[in-house]
């Protein structure tokens, strides 16, 4: 019996498994042209929002930019854009738009596809 639950079990698990997998790091390992092009986007003491809908997340979280970095990961020719000495996932991050009273999508602006994730915001 056991092994028949564990047959049942094991497959269930990594299919759940992988679909969490599947929305993470959209936009977080990306090309040296989009990474540059996301950092032109942000500011110091720029007020942005975090917020990954494919995540189940309910409501944005403001962070206010006190420091913005954008470089290699080590890791094939991939780039990453840091805010406050972490690295962020473009498609979870928001910042203010200029054709827009509501926060734009990173990721949009930078040229990254991600899915699942709105273009604006209410923060």
């Given at each position: 019996m056991?092994?028949?639950?564990?047959?049942?079990l094991f497959p269930t698990t990594i299919i759940l498994f992988s679909t969490q997998i599947a929305y993470a790091d959209q936009c977080s390992y990306i090309d040296k042209e989009e990474a540059l092009k996301a950092a032109t986007f942000l500011k110091l003491n720029q007020l942005i929002y975090l917020f990954c809908e494919p995540c189940g997340e309910t409501r944005p979280q403001p962070v206010t930019i006190q420091s913005i970095s954008v470089g290699t990961v080590g890791y094939q020719n991939f780039w990453?854009?840091?805010?406050n000495d972490q690295g962020v996932d473009l498609a979870y991050t928001?910042?203010?738009?200029t054709i827009e009273t509501?926060?734009?999508n990173l990721a949009a602006l930078a040229g990254c596809?991600?899915?699942?994730v709105s273009i604006f915001i209410n923060p």
């Amino acid at each position: 019996m056991f092994k028949t639950l564990l047959k049942i079990l094991f497959p269930t698990t990594i299919i759940l498994f992988s679909t969490q997998i599947a929305y993470a790091d959209q936009c977080s390992y990306i090309d040296k042209e989009e990474a540059l092009k996301a950092a032109t986007f942000l500011k110091l003491n720029q007020l942005i929002y975090l917020f990954c809908e494919p995540c189940g997340e309910t409501r944005p979280q403001p962070v206010t930019i006190q420091s913005i970095s954008v470089g290699t990961v080590g890791y094939q020719n991939f780039w990453q854009v840091s805010i406050n000495d972490q690295g962020v996932d473009l498609a979870y991050t928001y910042v203010p738009s200029t054709i827009e009273t509501k926060p734009i999508n990173l990721a949009a602006l930078a040229g990254c596809p991600a899915r699942d994730v709105s273009i604006f915001i209410n923060p």
